[in-house]
């Protein structure tokens, strides 16, 4: 006998949302029906695009750079908090800190309007403050293989890149030159990389010389030699990040287990002075850009001022602080909000909503998940007796107006166990006793 249990019960009644195109009724007999005219061909039952990184739902950016180039100024302001020590010498800070930062998102606060619940909570993204890298890290100057460590433990990289010029902040290389910089950290993760992959090859050479030729296990201790071989090519003679390379499923299982620093995203923040930001000039930036597009081509630069953010912190009132904007000029806005989103869509996270009037909740996974470990964000049983799921896309919802309106037109649909989760669905989970 099948009992059903909704995410309600835990937090509270959850809606769920869909691509419209998907969203149609369909009773079990004709569902019969069309599985039996099209049976799936086993050769286009293909599993999930694997990716590089970790496979969790749960990933952190760790912000990055030489010391004194403003990543704890903006870690502070980020996290609206004093954690991360900023201070005018290098090494500030050594221990890493955490904060979880909420994402910014026009869905949610809809949605709070629409059910008015008591519990509201948005989606969050985790950020590190990570300690300055110094030319030579990889070595271990400047406590650079613990700070790498840190680096290491991260899923991806908001890279912070001094380019104002202040005699009373210190620069640790004597003068400001933002492209030096960034090849300063692109070397000292690479070299990291590189000796961690030699050791890696040696290991699996070593493995592979015991190994026979007839078992398939055999067989793959040999063909982890010819990746590895593959990886450490890129990085020592192509010069290139591994994050750039072109890898297949097996390549990408094993470069996940070696954990690299350069398979890891990056963007890139430029830090500017008050000035530069509102005018939307600086003399680095098109050299940073060059710099971007002949080294990592694609990856994503956000200028940005750490100092106005600094002040914008200060001031509690949002009339103070739109009339310091005003003063910069005409559409000057932070761009706190703008990382903060980068960095969620840099880990390919994106997020689906539980909505009713006890709670309203974004819930974080990687892109291309299934419904049952959607679900199983929420709960494991959600996942492990997994029914059905009933999905309405929030575009769906926003123009109906309500979740019965939208039932009533027909876009809310029972969704099963193969069914790809969209960004903005909104969900109400059924699974088994």
Known sequence: ??????????????????????????????????????????????????????????????????????????????????????ANFPYATIEPEEARVPVPDERFLWLCDLYKPKSEVPAFLTVIDIAGLTAGASTGAGLGNAFLSNVRAVDGIFQVIRAFDDADIVHVEGDVDPTRDMKIISTELRLKDIEWVEKALDNARKNARSAGNNSLEDRKKKEEVEVIEKILKLLQEDNMDVRKGDWNAKEVDIINSLLLLTAKPVIYLVNLSERDYARKKNKWLPKIKQWIDENNPGDLLIPFSASLEEQLYTLNEDDAKQEYLSKLGEGVQSSLGKITKSGYDGLDLIRYFTAGPDEVRAWSIRRGIKAPQAAGVIHSDFENKFVCGEIMAFDDLKEAGSEAACRANGKLAQKGKLYEMVDGDIAHWKCGA
């Open 1 to 86: 006998m099948l009992s059903v249990i909704c995410a309600r019960s835990l937090l509270r009644q959850v809606p769920i949302a869909f691509e419209s195109r998907f969203c149609l009724h369909t009773t079990p007999s004709v569902e019969k029906k069309l599985k039996r005219k099209m049976p799936p061909k086993k050769g286009q039952q293909t599993s999930e695009k694997p990716r590089l990184g970790r496979p969790s739902n749960n990933l952190k950016m760790g912000i990055v750079g030489l010391p004194n180039v403003g990543k704890s100024t903006l870690f502070n302001t980020i996290a609206k908090c004093d954690l991360g020590k900023a």
